[in-house]
T-cell receptor, first 112, second 117 residues
Framework: TQLLKQSPQFLSIQEGENLTVYCNSSSVFSSLQWYRQEPGEGPVLLVTVVTGGEVKKLKRLTFQFGDARKDSSLHITAAQPGDTGLYLCAGLDGGSQGNLIFGKGTKLSVKP | KAGVTQTPRYLIKTRGQQVTLSCSPISGHRSVSWYQQTPGQGLQFLFEYFSETQRNKGNFPGRFSGRQFSNSRSEMNVSTLELGDSALYLC????????????????FGQGTRLTVV
């Protein structure tokens, strides 16, 4: 089973600051997804990256897939309290028919 | 359209009991996956069903089982509950079964919070 390691585990910042969270693996993934989970809710898909070196932007969020397709990052510009939540990266477990495996997540708190 | 519905939302059970959780996928979705989420282990894959067939199973003991009905609704059952089974159980539905290029979006329900005492 492939593993996804996310860092940092916790992040507490002030509104308006920028931040980057990371998702790393020793294995190659054909594609990766990022989800955000708010308390009491299930994860919601933010983006899927499929090409090595790909950069996708979603308003103030920028997602990058590493050239070697072993890592990904999420950068948030000018964070807002509404960005608070658990950010999860996920990829397909190559040893199976395709179940998603998740990193343990980065818990982000943005204070007003 | 209605999202993924999981029932019940909260459940308290005693050690040794069994529990059944239910998941109604988005209309038209035939793939249902189940995950266990705990603070220590994060989200861990339990099993995935597509058109009533279990296609994939995670590394959980046989006490964890599931099934899918012809209308794509799914249930998971945990027998002989242990304290360590306390977790948020999430189900996700998608139109296609997960493929090698993540070409289908999985939609998650709000989960069932199970507490074993």
């Amino acid at each position: 089973t492939q593993l996804l390691k996310q860092s940092p585990q916790f992040l507490s910042i002030q509104e308006g600051e920028n931040l980057t969270v990371y998702c790393n693996s020793s294995s190659v993934f054909s594609s990766l997804q990022w989800y955000r989970q708010e308390p009491g809710e299930g994860p919601v898909l933010l983006v899927t990256v499929v090409t090595g070196g790909e950069v996708k932007k979603l308003k103030r969020l920028t997602f990058q897939f590493g050239d070697a397709r072993k890592d990904s990052s999420l950068h948030i510009t000018a964070a807002q309290p509404g960005d608070t939540g658990l950010y999860l990266c996920a990829g397909l477990d190559g040893g199976s028919q395709g179940n998603l495996i998740f990193g343990k997540g980065t818990k982000l708190s943005v204070k007003p | 359209k209605a999202g993924v519905t999981q029932t019940p939302r909260y459940l308290i059970k005693t050690r040794g009991q069994q529990v059944t959780l239910s998941c109604s996928p988005i209309s038209g979705h035939r793939s249902v996956s189940w995950y266990q989420q705990t603070p220590g282990q994060g989200l861990q894959f339990l099993f995935e069903y597509f058109s009533e067939t279990q296609r994939n199973k995670g590394n959980f003991p046989g006490r964890f089982s599931g099934r899918q009905f012809s209308n794509s609704r799914s249930e998971m059952n945990v027998s002989t509950l242990e304290l360590g089974d306390s977790a948020l159980y999430l189900c996700a539905s998608s139109f296609f079964a997960p493929g090698p290029n993540l070409n289908t979006e999985a939609f998650f329900g709000q989960g069932t919070r199970l507490t074993v005492v």
